[in-house]
């Protein structure tokens, strides 16, 4: 397994700044930990470099409309700059069934003139990605008392504390990480890089996006679906 050293320094020999057998200096170990981690952070807001989708349970409370995401929060995940699904289910029926929730735009979310509505359970949710937590709101607000509510988002590659750090990732990210680090870090070394490491850097991150794709169902218009004709009823 690669060490975050390992892939820097191979993404040092692509620029051409540090030879076969030399050893990383600890300047340039920290500016490219640096670097490595300022890569990471951009992938992090690219759905597509996002591998897994990771499911995070909270338990609602009776009158609470707005929830935090983000670590220390009511979700309690690192915060995603994306939600793919949100649902919830009653923890005293059997067998648990999760209910899907609708999502609302920002558009949709102002056009709500009572948010304080209430109901026995949420139909939508409306989710915000403010700083340094993210806020999930749920509406109506909920009466209830056993309901638990389910957070589908995706689950970025976190930052890496040190150069000595091991790197399990999925398979083809190990090259694009190499050859695209190569890029960050050689305008820091007034290296032009190669016609050749472009194209291979493109190609590498192109590979992994396509290995990310998730399926997905044919969604309708809620508007549609309530109000108009819709093709599964007739």
Wanted: net charge negative.
């Amino acid at each position: 397994m690669a060490s975050v050293s390992d892939l820097v320094s191979a993404a040092l020999r692509e620029i051409g700044v540090q030879g076969a057998g030399e050893t990383l200096g600890a300047e340039d170990g920290d500016d490219a930990l640096d670097a490595f981690n300022r890569m990471v952070d951009q992938w992090a807001a690219e759905r597509l470099m996002i591998y897994e989708s990771a499911r995070t349970t909270k338990a609602l409370v009776s009158g609470t409309r707005d929830y935090t995401v983000g670590v220390g929060g009511d979700f309690n995940v690192a915060r995603p700059v994306y939600v793919d699904h949100v649902t919830y289910y009653d923890s005293t029926t059997t067998p648990l069934t999760e209910i899907d929730l609708t999502p609302l735009t920002d558009d949709a979310w102002e056009a709500i003139p009572q948010k304080a509505t209430t109901s026995p359970s949420p139909a939508f949710y409306y989710y915000q990605p403010t700083m340094p937590t993210a806020t999930l709101s749920l509406w109506p607000v909920l009466t209830g008392a056993t309901l638990v509510g389910v957070l589908y988002a995706p689950k970025q590659i976190s930052e890496f504390a040190a150069l000595a750090t091991a790197v399990s990732l999925p398979p083809g990210y190990r090259r694009t990480i190499v050859k695209n680090l190569a890029l960050e870090l050689a305008p820091s070394y007034r290296r032009t890089p190669a016609p050749e490491l472009l194209t291979a850097a493109a190609d590498a991150k192109a590979v992994v996006k396509r290995q990310n794709v998730r399926m997905t169902d044919l969604g309708f218009d809620y508007g549609v679906g309530r109000f108009g004709y819709d093709i599964r009823t007739g």
